[in-house]
């Protein structure tokens, strides 16, 4: 007897997508770095596998151990605030990944070991995605994939590039969530990604 057809997943037949689904399923049972001993669940990442834009945040938070899902806490609230405010955009039109795809403990930064095991994981992604803006958000997220550590004064309002890409770097919006006098600089962040995409400014647009 033939075995039942498998189920098509959503997007199944766009070969990005199905190249995704098949680099996360290899990263969810990974144990290449000790961050896996005290995870709930692996984030890999998620969005459009035709998205035009790619955030990259630092690692995953409480919320998002639990849920398996980036930026899903007050973080990723702001985000999604910035993300209709000031570009126009549905977090579903975007795709969001992290350096790190599993929470450090008690939210401290990834360390050295961990980035390096992880980062592979993230250059695939972004090899399959190929987005036309890659948005780092924060330092953790801008010094790792530019393989730099120059401070964010020096990376903001640069022209950069990861793999011919360019790469716009601001504030992570937890960090604005603790200052938000930085909402201003990271509107003119986003200002520089919608000139990058060709997309208009949203009249009377704030960033959260
Ligand atoms: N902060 C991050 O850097 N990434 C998330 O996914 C959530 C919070
Ligand atoms: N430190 C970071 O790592 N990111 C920010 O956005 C601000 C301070």
């Not at 039942?4 to 969810?28: N, S, W, Y």
């Amino acid at each position: 007897m033939l075995p039942p057809a498998a189920a098509a997943a959503p997007g199944a037949e766009d070969p990005t997508a199905q190249a995704l689904a098949a680099l996360r399923a290899e990263v969810l049972p990974c144990t290449r770095c000790k961050l896996h001993r005290e995870r709930n669940q692996v984030v890999f990442g998620e969005g459009s596998p035709n998205a035009e834009v790619l955030f990259i945040g630092e690692a995953p938070g409480a919320v998002e151990d639990q849920t398996g899902r980036p930026f899903v806490g007050p973080a990723g609230q702001l985000l999604d605030r910035i993300l209709v405010g000031a570009m126009g955009l549905q977090r579903s039109d975007v795709y969001i990944a992290n350096i790190n795809k599993c929470r450090p403990p008690g939210n401290r930064a990834p360390e050295a070991d961990e980035v390096a095991a992880c980062l592979p994981y993230l250059r695939r992604q972004v090899d399959l995605l190929r987005p036309r803006a890659i948005v780092c958000l924060g330092r953790t997220a801008a010094q790792n994939l530019l393989g730099t550590t120059e401070p964010m004064r020096n990376l903001r309002g640069r022209d950069l590039a990861y793999a011919g890409i360019p790469v716009v770097v601001t504030w992570h919006p937890a960090y604005l969530l603790r200052d938000p006098s930085h909402k201003r600089e990271t509107w003119e962040d986003i200002k520089r990604v919608n000139r990058l995409l060709g997309r208009p400014e949203v009249p009377g647009a704030t960033p959260g």
